[in-house]
């Protein structure tokens, strides 16, 4: 099938209805042939949003551990590790340890 070209291909502007040469018409973004006046780009707003998806989970989630943690108190080293490859203390007995506190008057008037 054929289709004219060249000079004197003419054309109407689908929105004012003028004549117009088919080389001096554009389609917009609704598929209308129209004139250089009415022609009107796609709105910014039209265009589809690109959302990226937040990190929510963990990749290989490992359960939160609580080891007790033991201190040596006055076993006569410097730091609760040994100078031996940083490893504990040993502790000789378990130590106790009681404070006080004095007392408190309150006075109201």
């Known amino acids: 099938m054929a289709f004219a070209a060249g000079k004197y291909a003419y054309g109407l502007c689908d929105i004012c209805?003028?004549?117009y040469r088919l080389t001096d018409l554009k389609k917009n973004w609704?598929?209308?042939?129209v004139?250089?006046?009415d022609?009107?780009?796609?709105?910014p707003q039209l265009y589809p949003l690109h959302y990226t998806a937040d990190a929510i989970a963990l990749q290989d989630p490992r359960p939160d551990r609580h080891e007790p943690m033991l201190v040596a108190l006055g076993s006569g080293v410097d730091a609760p590790f040994?100078?031996?490859?940083?490893?504990?203390?040993p502790i000789?007995?378990?130590l106790a340890a009681k404070g006080y506190v004095g007392t408190v008057t309150v006075t109201t008037t």
């Open 17 to 19: 209805g003028q004549r």
């Open 30 to 33: 609704k598929g209308f042939m």
């Open 35 to 37: 004139c250089s006046r």
């Open 39 to 43: 022609y009107e780009p796609k709105e």
């Open 82 to 89: 040994s100078s031996v490859g940083m490893q504990p203390a």
């Open 92 to 94: 000789p007995r378990p």
